[in-house]
Structure formats: structure tokens, C-alpha cells
């Protein structure tokens, strides 16, 4: 009988063992974290006057500039609320060089606040989509979120780049967001405002991106088809099967109009400020033609056709896509107009460096560097004419004249487009 009961109590042991297993918890059994314990308080010594002008003021520039609202449809006391909080955001990353945990709680909270007063505002940072999800995922998720938060502001703080933001995704895409969008997003310095998948050079939406949207139809909106048929006027469709994802966004006017970078699978996204490009009559500006032109040359000198898979020769110009080919249009370039400047250039810094040899720049942002040159030359040599004289200047641009294919690339352009719109 006594072993009987021993063997029995053994195996209500060993039931119990398997019933309460971590992953099968109850959620209510998760301590849950709370982000007010481990949001730092480095802003209590911002000193912030509380008499900010609307009119230059960082929150302006979000809601009104970027997003599209008025300020004056606010309440007064809401208005000096998300005023303070967006300049004591403002002055915690001029003073630390970074958003700290803090900084991203005033955001956050702003957004939340917006959103519950009927606003439409995308996710702006990691501790905003935690927040709004609380009710809506467990503990340990939640939990997770806040950590992922924390993360990326640490990473940001050593200057080292994270993709903590992915780790999210298994969690916030059944809600219609992308852990890169979101990343993306910097407290609201960008904002996201579409982001689309590119294939045969027609765009379709993605469903996953900055805004709460479980519409697994969303729709193309206009202006962003629109600017995106001029893109395929500009970028040929060899350039155009390069590309896989298109996001639109702001930053404000007149700051960054575009930008491209590379992905994981080689292929490229390229980014496109609405407000910089489009004017309010509807018309394309120069300024931002100009952009697509400059970001395109980026593609065509730093694809993977120009990029030396496994190479160590010293004599080949490398960038941050790798080593590029000895062909190649950079590496040609690089050598012929750089590589006995590239030391000085480093010595004495841009701003010197351009001073010197101004005469032999067709802006100030091509003495930023090789790649940035060869792309201002590259615009140049699209929107001007063929030049006749022998200087520097007039050879960087002449340098693409002996590719019959980027003659080609440059006929492309100036057929589609009117001739006053470069």
C-alpha cells in the first residue's frame, strides 16, 4: 500500500510538472512591465520656455508641415501640451546627439493623446506601438515591445545600428505594421506616409507600414501613383527592375527629397519627400527631378553589376555595397578625378576641401565625396548641355559621354520629360 501511494504521488508530480510548463502560463501570471520604471528622467534639467512660437515650433512642422492638420483646430490646452513635449524632444536630442528613452515617452504620448482625439497619426516609435497595443497582445508581448524600445535607443546612443526594430514583426503585422517602417519613422523627424512593393515597374501597397490598418486592400493613393509615374519616366526599366520597394514620406519641405539604400537582398527602396517634389498647383519642381536623376546614378554605380563579390585588390575603389569592379563606372571615375585628392580631402574636411576646388564642382554637396560627385555630375550631365571646354568640371561631365548606355540612360530622360521640368 505505501508504495502504491508513493508511485501515485510521483506521477500527480510529474502531471503537474507538464501542466505548468512557462509557455503555457496564463498571461495574468507574467509580470508585466510598466514603461514609466524603466523610462530614464534625463530631461529634468531641459529648460524649456513655456512661450514657444507656433510658428517655428517642432510640432508645427510635424502636425501642420508633415502631416497635414492645423494646429488652430486644437484646444489651447492641448496645443501647449504637445508643444512642450515636442521641443523638450527636441532639446534632449540636440543635447545628447540621440532620442533617449525619455524622449520617445514625450512622443509617445502626444501621439496617443492625438489618436483619442480623432487624429490619424502613424506609430512614431517602439514605446508609441506598445502602448497602443497593450489591450490588444499579452503581457509578454507588450513586454517585448518595450524592450525592443529600449534596445534601439541604447544601440542609437553607442552610434551602432541595430535591427532590433525586425524582432517585432512576428507581433505588430497582424496590425498592418512593419518593425522597418516604424524604425524609420525617428520620433516623428520622417514620417511615413506610404510604403509600396515594386515589381515589372508597377507599385502596389503594402498593407504593412506605420498606420493600424488590418485592410488587406488598401488602396494606391493618387499622388503617390502619380509621383511614381514620373520616377519610371526618369529611372529606364533596366534601373527600374532594380528597385522592389517605393515609401513615401516627409520630412518637412526642403530638407531630404529622396534618398535610396540597398536591402538584404540586394535589391533597392527608394524614398521620396511628396512635399518637396509636387507643388501646390500640381506641378513637378526642378529641385526634385533633379533628386530622382542624382538617386538614380546611385543605382547605376553601386548595383550589382559594379560590385566585386570577393576582392582585396587594393587598387579598386571600395564603398559600403563593397568593392567596386575595375570597370566599373565609379572605379573609373574615382580614379580619374579622386584618388590624388581623396587625402586632402580627409585632412582638411569638406567645407576647406571645397573652397579650394570650387571651380571643379558642380555643387558643394559633389566635394562630399566620390559617389556623391559622380551622382551631382551625373544630374549635370543629363539636364545640361554637352560641353565644349576643356576644364574639370566640363570632364566629369564628358566622362559619361564615353558610355554609350548612359548616353542612352540620358536620351531616355530628356525624351519623357519637358524641358522645363530639369
Same mark, same amino acid.
Given at each position: 500500500?505505501?508504495?502504491?501511494?508513493?508511485?501515485?504521488?510521483?506521477?500527480?508530480?510529474?502531471?503537474?510538472?507538464?501542466?505548468?510548463?512557462?509557455? *503555457?502560463?496564463?498571461?495574468?501570471?507574467?509580470?508585466?512591465?510598466?514603461?514609466?520604471?524603466?523610462?530614464?528622467?534625463?530631461?529634468?534639467?531641459?529648460?524649456?520656455?513655456?512661450?514657444?512660437?507656433?510658428?517655428?515650433?517642432?510640432?508645427?512642422?510635424?502636425?501642420?508641415?508633415?502631416?497635414? &492638420?492645423?494646429?488652430?483646430?486644437?484646444?489651447?490646452?492641448?496645443?501647449?501640451?504637445?508643444?512642450?513635449?515636442?521641443?523638450?524632444?527636441?532639446?534632449?536630442?540636440?543635447?545628447?546627439?540621440?532620442?533617449?528613452?525619455?524622449?520617445?515617452?514625450?512622443?509617445?504620448?502626444?501621439? +496617443?493623446?492625438?489618436?483619442?482625439?480623432?487624429?490619424?497619426?502613424?506609430?512614431?516609435?517602439?514605446? *508609441?506601438? $506598445?502602448?497602443?497595443?497593450? +489591450?490588444?497582445?499579452?503581457?509578454?508581448?507588450?513586454?517585448?515591445?518595450?524592450?525592443?524600445?529600449? %534596445?534601439?535607443?541604447?544601440?542609437?546612443?553607442?552610434? /551602432?545600428?541595430?535591427?532590433?526594430?525586425?524582432?517585432? *514583426?512576428?507581433?505588430?503585422?497582424?496590425?498592418?505594421?512593419?518593425?522597418?517602417?516604424?524604425?524609420?519613422?525617428?520620433?516623428?523627424?520622417?514620417?511615413?506616409?506610404?510604403?509600396?512593393?515594386?515589381?515589372?515597374?508597377?507599385?502596389?501597397?503594402?498593407?504593412?507600414?506605420?498606420?493600424?490598418?488590418?485592410?488587406?486592400?488598401?488602396?494606391? %493613393?493618387?499622388?503617390?501613383?502619380?509621383?511614381?509615374?514620373?520616377? !519610371?519616366?526618369?529611372?529606364?526599366?533596366? &534601373? +527600374?527592375?532594380?528597385?522592389?520597394?517605393?515609401?513615401?514620406? !516627409?520630412?518637412?519641405? &526642403?530638407?531630404?527629397?529622396?534618398?535610396?539604400?540597398?536591402?538584404?537582398?540586394?535589391?533597392?527602396?527608394?524614398?521620396? =519627400?511628396?512635399? %518637396?517634389?509636387?507643388?501646390?498647383?500640381?506641378?513637378?519642381?526642378?529641385?526634385?527631378?533633379?533628386?530622382?536623376?542624382?538617386?538614380?546614378?546611385?543605382?547605376?554605380?553601386?548595383?550589382?553589376?559594379?560590385?566585386?563579390?570577393?576582392?582585396?585588390?587594393?587598387?579598386?575603389?571600395?564603398?559600403?555595397?563593397?568593392?567596386?569592379?575595375?570597370? $566599373?563606372?565609379?572605379? /573609373?571615375?574615382?580614379?580619374?578625378?579622386?584618388?590624388?585628392?581623396? $587625402?586632402?580631402?580627409?585632412?582638411?574636411?569638406?567645407?576647406?576641401?571645397?573652397?579650394?576646388?570650387?571651380?571643379?564642382?558642380?555643387?558643394?554637396? $559633389?566635394?562630399?565625396?566620390?559617389?556623391? =560627385?559622380?551622382?551631382?555630375?551625373?544630374?549635370?550631365?543629363?539636364?545640361?548641355?554637352?560641353?565644349?571646354?576643356?576644364?574639370?568640371?566640363?570632364?566629369?561631365?564628358?566622362?559619361?559621354?564615353?558610355?554609350?548606355?548612359?548616353?542612352?540612360?540620358?536620351?531616355?530622360?530628356?525624351?519623357?520629360?519637358?524641358?522645363?521640368?530639369?
Amino acid at each position: 500500500m505505501k508504495l502504491i501511494r508513493i508511485l501515485a504521488l510521483i506521477l500527480l508530480i510529474g502531471l503537474l510538472s507538464v501542466s505548468c510548463k512557462p509557455d *503555457d502560463l496564463n498571461q495574468k501570471d507574467i509580470k508585466e512591465e510598466t514603461y514609466e520604471n524603466i523610462y530614464d528622467n534625463v530631461d529634468d534639467d531641459i529648460e524649456i520656455n513655456e512661450n514657444i512660437d507656433e510658428e517655428t515650433s517642432q510640432f508645427k512642422s510635424f502636425f501642420e508641415d508633415k502631416l497635414g &492638420y492645423r494646429l488652430s483646430d486644437l484646444s489651447s490646452e492641448n496645443k501647449k501640451e504637445f508643444l512642450i513635449k515636442f521641443e523638450k524632444n527636441y532639446k534632449i536630442r540636440e543635447k545628447e546627439d540621440y532620442y533617449t528613452k525619455r524622449a520617445n515617452l514625450h512622443i509617445a504620448e502626444v501621439a +496617443q493623446k492625438l489618436r483619442t482625439l480623432g487624429y490619424e497619426i502613424p506609430m512614431l516609435n517602439f514605446l *508609441d506601438v $506598445a502602448m497602443h497595443l497593450k +489591450q490588444h497582445i499579452s503581457a509578454k508581448e507588450y513586454n517585448k515591445l518595450l524592450k525592443i524600445a529600449k %534596445d534601439i535607443v541604447e544601440a542609437e546612443s553607442n552610434y /551602432v545600428d541595430t535591427d532590433a526594430g525586425l524582432e517585432a *514583426d512576428n507581433i505588430i503585422n497582424q496590425f498592418g505594421l512593419s518593425g522597418h517602417a516604424v524604425s524609420s519613422n525617428i520620433n516623428g523627424e520622417m514620417v511615413q506616409l506610404g510604403l509600396y512593393s515594386v515589381k515589372n515597374g508597377k507599385i502596389t501597397r503594402n498593407t504593412l507600414d506605420t498606420y493600424i490598418d488590418n485592410d488587406k486592400t488598401i488602396k494606391t %493613393d493618387k499622388i503617390h501613383q502619380k509621383i511614381w509615374d514620373k520616377i !519610371t519616366q526618369i529611372i529606364p526599366p533596366k &534601373y +527600374q527592375n532594380m528597385i522592389s520597394k517605393y515609401e513615401m514620406g !516627409t520630412d518637412a519641405m &526642403y530638407n531630404l527629397t529622396g534618398a535610396v539604400d540597398v536591402l538584404k537582398d540586394k535589391s533597392w527602396i527608394i524614398w521620396i =519627400d511628396q512635399n %518637396d517634389l509636387i507643388e501646390q498647383n500640381g506641378s513637378f519642381n526642378t529641385y526634385g527631378i533633379g533628386t530622382i536623376i542624382h538617386e538614380m546614378a546611385h543605382i547605376i554605380s553601386l548595383n550589382t553589376e559594379q560590385i566585386e563579390e570577393n576582392s582585396n585588390d587594393p587598387t579598386l575603389y571600395k564603398v559600403d555595397e563593397g568593392t567596386l569592379k575595375k570597370e $566599373a563606372y565609379l572605379n /573609373v571615375f574615382y580614379h580619374k578625378f579622386w584618388e590624388f585628392l581623396i $587625402a586632402e580631402h580627409e585632412k582638411i574636411g569638406r567645407e576647406k576641401f571645397y573652397k579650394k576646388y570650387e571651380k571643379d564642382f558642380v555643387t558643394e554637396y $559633389a566635394s562630399s565625396n566620390p559617389r556623391e =560627385d559622380f551622382s551631382e555630375s551625373f544630374r549635370y550631365f543629363v539636364i545640361e548641355k554637352k560641353p565644349t571646354d576643356n576644364s574639370t568640371l566640363s570632364q566629369k561631365l564628358l566622362f559619361f559621354y564615353q558610355y554609350p548606355e548612359l548616353v542612352e540612360v540620358r536620351n531616355y530622360i530628356r525624351t519623357n520629360l519637358k524641358e522645363n521640368e530639369y
